[in-house]
Nanobody, 123 residues
Framework: QVQLAESGGGLVQAGGSLRLSCAAS????????MGWFRQAPGKEREFVAV????????WYKESLKGRFTISRDTAKNTVHLQMNSLNVDDTAVYYC????????????????WGQGTQVTVSS
């Protein structure tokens, strides 16, 4: 059974950085797209970034390019999200998700989800 476990969230001041991790287990993830999504209070869940487990190709929400970087460590079955220059609008619960075969920016296309990790950015 696939399990995704996020970690690395917390409280950070505006301008600071955080690195989120997603530990994936339960199968091999060759061919999978591994994504990050976030949901702020009172808002819909939104796409952040996705990486191909096999090729390492990436795709970002346009407005987050240059501040957020997604990466994966295939030896450790882990996906990371490096977040820099954080601002209060980045406050949200961040979710890791896995999609069999390919990329998507649509959460409904993903097959597995983690429980989420809270990121709070203070001004």
């Amino acid at each position: 059974q696939v399990q995704l476990a996020e970690s690395g969230g917390g409280l950070v001041q505006a301008g600071g950085s955080l690195r989120l991790s997603c530990a994936a287990s339960g199968r091999t993830f060759r061919g999978y797209g591994m994504g990050w999504f976030r949901q702020a209070p009172g808002k819909e869940r939104e796409f952040v970034a996705v990486i191909s487990w096999t090729s390492g190709n990436t795709w970002y929400k346009e407005s987050l390019k240059g501040r957020f970087t997604i990466s994966r460590d295939t030896a450790k079955n882990t996906v990371h999200l490096q977040m820099n220059s954080l601002n209060v609008d980045d406050t949200a619960v961040y979710y890791c998700a896995a999609k069999e075969y390919g990329f998507s920016q649509f959460g409904g296309d993903y097959d597995y989800w983690g429980q989420g990790t809270q990121v709070t950015v203070s001004s």
